[in-house]
């Protein structure tokens, strides 16, 4: 298996599905803790990149990320999209003109997309946020990619085991950023909503490589 | 030296309403509004943002306004998108009020930084701190007795005293000088410092002043206050 152009379309294709099977969970999760539009949005948006990808054929994986780097910031709305939408800009940059991502590169993407969300959103590991899916995803990355003996398939699972982990992770913490801060300490008890779409997220980049 | 503004909101109405109102204080600075979403929903638009900031493009600057958090990212985002552009400033400020006192500062001729400057000192403008105490302190030696270099006493003759537009000519005028003054110990380059020393006719403004062109920034809110704003 090698991480090509089709394997990233196909990540973005099956990002759409988990968006639109999970739509009403995330609605949920969000409901609890927040303004209970992150599922519409997700939907709305990764919709939307599908729609582009009928109207451009992207020629690098970079390219890829890129599309949907534009198309979800346009059309997510709330914070959601510009912190996607930096993600898988700054992913789409770590991967620049390259045809087949190595293991080690598709886990630098991930590192410069956390980055990005760290950046752009100002939460930190731990605030109940979607850095809590990223950080220990990009994290679990490296190490896999870093003993030379992950093959790409191993370096997408460990990503998408370890965001599912720390998305899970969120359910007991405090929200300190974005909506649910307003809510204080009873925002603890309900799992964050972008570190759940983030996990989905990372869950499609494997289906695509299966 | 015109410097643009744009405008970002989650709201069409309000981007579009701060821009007209701007835009009454300061008519010959180019505002662009970037609110809502291109369906007419409530939230920022990325494509709305990179036109506006298209459109301002080939001024002498463009300093940007946004409202709430995801506003400002879908800013951020689009410089990002765009490159980091030269002389496209984000400024963190309110956003009615920091695009009114930055459209003043363009006005005034003022550059890209003085303006973002001017937006965001609406924030600590109750405070009746200067914008910038480094003027001071760059000339050590005339600063040992803590004095202005320049100061005066106005009367207000004019019947309305200080209001929105006088303190716009003020503020819009002193922005393009280089100078720090104060007006009663606030900002004299923030319209809405200035606004809010609620000052009526007969009340006395004190201007103190630093910096290369102290002497011209205290002649010019004199004249200014002398001529009654051109009011009655």
Redesign the interface.
């Known amino acids: 298996m090698v991480l090509d152009t089709n394997w990233a379309v196909k990540w973005l294709t099956l990002c759409a599905q988990a968006m639109a099977e999970h739509r009403a969970w995330l609605i949920e999760l969000d409901r609890a803790i927040g303004d209970s539009d992150h599922g519409e949005n997700m939907d709305r948006g990764f919709q939307a990149v599908l729609d582009k990808l009928t109207e451009v054929t992207p020629e690098t994986p970079g390219a890829a990320l890129k599309l949907a780097a534009?198309t979800l910031?346009?059309k997510v709305?709330?914070?959601a999209?510009?912190?996607y939408?930096?993600a898988f800009?700054r992913a789409a940059a770590a991967l620049g003109d390259t045809l087949e991502v190595e293991p080690a590169v598709f886990a630098g993407a991930l590192v410069a997309a956390r980055d990005g969300i760290v950046a752009?959103?100002k939460a930190e590991p731990g605030d109940k946020t979607m850095v809590d899916a990223w950080t220990p995803a990009a994290e679990a990355a490296l190490i896999a990619a870093a003993d030379g003996a992950g093959t790409v398939l191993e370096v997408l699972v460990a990503a998408a085991e370890a965001a599912e982990a720390g998305a899970a992770g969120t359910d007991p913490m405090v929200a300190r950023k974005g909506r649910a801060s307003y809510l204080g300490e009873r925002s603890a008890g309900h799992r964050d909503p972008g570190a759940a779409s983030s996990a989905l997220i990372l869950r499609a980049a494997v289906g695509a490589a299966a | 030296m015109t410097v643009a503004l744009v405008v970002v909101s989650h709201s069409e109405k309000i981007a579009d309403g701060a821009a007209e109102l701007a835009a009454q204080m300061a008519p010959d600075v180019s505002i662009f509004a970037a609110g809502g979403t291109p369906d007419g929903r409530l939230g920022t638009s990325l494509e709305r943002v990179m036109a506006a900031l298209e459109q301002a493009s080939g001024l002498d600057g463009v300093v940007i306004l946004a409202d709430l958090g995801s506003a400002v990212m879908t800013a951020e985002s689009a410089l990002e998108f765009a490159g980091e552009p030269d002389g496209v400033l984000l400024a963190d400020a309110p956003v009615v009020e920091g695009l009114v006192a930055a459209a003043v500062a363009a006005q005034g001729g003022a550059d890209v930084h003085a303006v973002k400057r001017a937006a965001e000192a609406v924030y600590g403008s109750a405070t009746g701190v200067p914008p910038s105490s480094s003027v001071v302190t760059v000339e050590e030696g005339s600063v040992t007795g803590a004095g202005p270099e320049f100061t005066g006493d106005f009367e207000l003759i004019n019947q309305a005293g200080m209001h929105a537009r006088p303190a716009a000519k003020i503020a819009g005028g002193l922005a393009s000088l280089d100078a720090t003054v104060t007006v009663n110990g606030l900002d004299g380059t923030s319209m809405t410092a200035l606004m809010t020393l609620a000052a009526g006719k007969g009340s006395v403004l004190h201007v103190e002043a630093w910096g290369h062109d102290a002497e011209r920034a205290v002649n010019y809110v004199g004249g200014l206050v002398q001529a009654g704003f051109g009011e009655p």
Do not use: E, K
């Open positions: 534009m910031i346009s709305g709330g914070a999209g510009p912190l939408g930096t800009l752009r959103g």
